[in-house]
């Protein structure tokens, strides 16, 4: 199979490079269109009006100075490699779960995708405790680089993908996998809703820097997860891998019979 790989991490991260090999072991035709920096939380963003940088390392393998929904359409549009069979986005370092999945890079990739007619899927990691920060190593990354290898074709056909410039029968969709980050197997793949996932005592500081210039630092507090379904969180924290069917389109809520618009 011919696969694109890209993240939000960055072309140089351990899930991405842990991934590839895995890949690569299986003799799939692998390529590599991924940040050349770390780009976490840019969703869906794209580049335009200026020139992007993209810088070649290895064979197959490319880094290039925008975001992974950029990476999507760089390597698409622009016919860097051959056009692949499917889209794999990460393996993201930190969790993609509920609301995670408006903000993420990887998920913008993996939507990015089937917006472009190529089933794609985005795969992340919990580590314990929910906890994004701290040591990391490529065993980390094993269990789900396992899981997606074996699970190409089913993964593949849970996507919905455009068709040309036509309307898709079904409405756009990716795969989100999550799962912890461990080296053994996990217990299987479950498919789960959506968790609610709540920030909680988040901080922004404004420091004043002088001549009208000031510095905004982010903090994220603790995250508090919970569901109306059993949920990608609950599945993860079982030790399976969580797959969640994602709407790629937006999607109107139904309108409120008795609100009438003034003109």
Not at 61 to 85: N, Q, W
Not at 91 to 97: C, K, V, W
Not at 100 to 120: E, K
């Amino acid at each position: 199979m011919k696969i694109l790989l890209t993240n939000d991490d960055g072309f140089d991260a351990l899930g991405i490079n842990v991934l590839r090999e895995r890949l690569l072991d299986d003799n799939h035709e692998v390529y590599v269109m991924a940040p050349a920096t770390n780009q976490s939380g840019t969703s869906q963003s794209i580049s335009m009006g200026s020139g992007m940088k993209v810088r070649e390392i290895d064979e197959n393998l490319y880094a290039c100075a925008g975001s992974p929904a950029d990476c999507v359409m760089t390597a698409i549009h622009g016919k860097v490699f051959e056009r692949p069979d499917m889209i794999l986005s990460g393996i993201n370092r930190g969790p993609n779960l509920g609301l995670d999945i408006l903000y993420s890079g990887t998920c913008g990739a993996a939507r990015q995708g089937v917006l472009l007619g190529i089933p794609s899927a985005a795969l992340s990691v919990m580590f314990e405790n929910d906890e994004l920060y701290g040591s990391e190593s490529d065993s980390d990354y094993e269990a789900m680089a396992d899981f997606a290898a074996k699970n190409l074709k089913a993964l593949k056909s849970l996507a919905c993908v455009a068709n040309g410039c036509r309307m898709p029968e079904e409405r756009c969709v990716f795969a989100n996998v999550n799962g912890m980050a461990q080296s053994r197997p996990y217990k299987g793949g479950k498919y789960a809703g959506v968790s609610f996932r709540e920030y909680v005592n988040d901080k922004v500081s404004f420091k004043e820097l002088g001549s009208g210039l000031y510095e905004r630092i982010f903090t994220g507090g603790k995250v508090h997860s919970s569901s109306r379904e059993y949920s990608d969180y609950d599945a993860c924290v079982e030790g399976y891998a969580a797959v969640s069917r994602i709407f790629a389109e937006p999607t109107a809520a139904l309108a409120i019979d008795g609100i009438e618009f003034k003109v």
